[in-house]
Nanobody, 122 residues
Framework: VQLQASGGGLVQAGGSLRLSCVAS????????MGWFRQAPGKEREFVAAISSSGGMRHYVDSVKGRFTISRDNAKNTVFLQMNTLKPEDTAVYYC????????????????WGQGTQVTVSS
């Protein structure tokens, strides 16, 4: 499985961005998908995950109420809608595929995508 993320950019604080991650391969529909981020000098951290059907979602506390993860299984794509962005959201964002939401939160996953840079100016 290959994961291709896009949608990053430069935005002012309070603005919005929508990240997309397109997956190749037939396993997308059965995979739990997630987003991670890594700021300069920091470890990569879990941001959000969504179950294979889209019925379950989980977020890190710092983005709850601002970010929404969703997926379109017909298009093999997972999204991350980011609203009310803050400078501390600045990071490289990565999509990932795994087998469980709990597993993703602890970085037990099968595939990483390449990152897309998100920069939030104050």
């Amino acid at each position: 499985v290959q994961l291709q993320a896009s949608g990053g950019g430069l935005v002012q604080a309070g603005g919005s961005l929508r990240l997309s991650c397109v997956a190749s391969g037939r396993t997308f529909r059965s995979a739990v998908m997630g987003w991670f981020r890594q700021a300069p000098g920091k470890e990569r951290e879990f941001v959000a995950a969504i179950s294979s059907s889209g019925g379950m979602r989980h977020y890190v506390d710092s983005v709850k109420g601002r970010f929404t993860i969703s997926r379109d299984n017909a298009k093999n794509t997972v999204f991350l809608q980011m609203n009310t962005l803050k400078p501390e959201d600045t990071a490289v964002y990565y999509c990932a595929a795994g087998r469980s939401i709990v597993g993703l939160t602890t970085k037990q996953l099968d595939y990483w995508g390449q990152g897309t840079q998100v920069t939030v100016s104050s």
